[in-house]
């Protein structure tokens, strides 16, 4: 099904301008004017820079994806899943670097109260725009927020904090709190979900609901075949074992639709966004499963990402 066209969010040009050239003299200063990266950057391709952060007093490590050669468009804060780490997202980080988006990928300590990781990711967008990071100051309208399985729940409930977010992505979102639906109703900045095929693990497809509950929802994607352990890059044996095998075809289709909304969400700056009434569901191709991208199953009796 044909998306409908949709508006835009009001993020100011001039505002924008500024924060490019602030990155400009950032990444010249740190080299001392010449052409190659800033000594704390690495090239998308490579390993990412790790920092630890402090956020509501709790010291967490997050790994840091800066793009090579030109200012970056705007940061992306990937919140991993129910169980999952940062290592879940290293190819969504590489993707995003690689298309002109810093990618910040935190490890959320809290297991239970996935509510409080919402809040301490509202704590790391308050740093970014105040310059943390090493980091030049980041205004709101440059940032989009995207969250995985319960991670999706983490971030929605920032992003309904957050005014003046470039956006909110969910990929594959999961809520079994029953205040993810209260928090998307909340948003004021702009919404892309996308889903896979319903199963226990993403509680039958409840990422639909939080979707609908958006006022400003752009669009909501099915990716047809997509298992919930699809949604991470690189996953697990000990995923797949519980939420369905995962394909590489899959992955990269989903790494590919994370990476263009998020591009879409930060450069929509020429008319405001008008809220929709119901979501777009696009259904895509069915390719056969098959475990992909796996990494060394975790010694751990937990389910993932719920």
Known sequence: MKAPETGRSSIRGPERLVTLARWAVALLLAVGGGGALPANATPATTSPRTTTLTLDDTRTDADVYVPAGDPPIGVAI???GWT???AQHRDLGIALADAGVVAIVPDLPNVLDLRGNGTLVVELVGQLEAGGLGMPPTPRSS????????GGLATVH???KLPGLAGWIGLDPVDRTGTGIYAASELEAPAIVFVGDASACNLFGSGRTIARAAPHLVRMEKIAGASHCDFESPTSKFCTRLCGSAT???QDEILRDAVSASVD?????DRPYRPRRGPTDTVR???PPGDAGLEPEPDSASAPEQ
């Open 265 to 269: 969400l930060l450069r929509r700056t």
């Open 78 to 80: 990937v919140a991993h």
């Open 248 to 250: 590489r075809e899959k």
């Open 143 to 150: 940032i989009v927020l995207i969250g995985t399985s319960a």
């Open 84 to 86: 999952r780490s940062k």
């Open 285 to 287: 191709s069915t390719l």
């Open 158 to 160: 920032a992003a309904s």
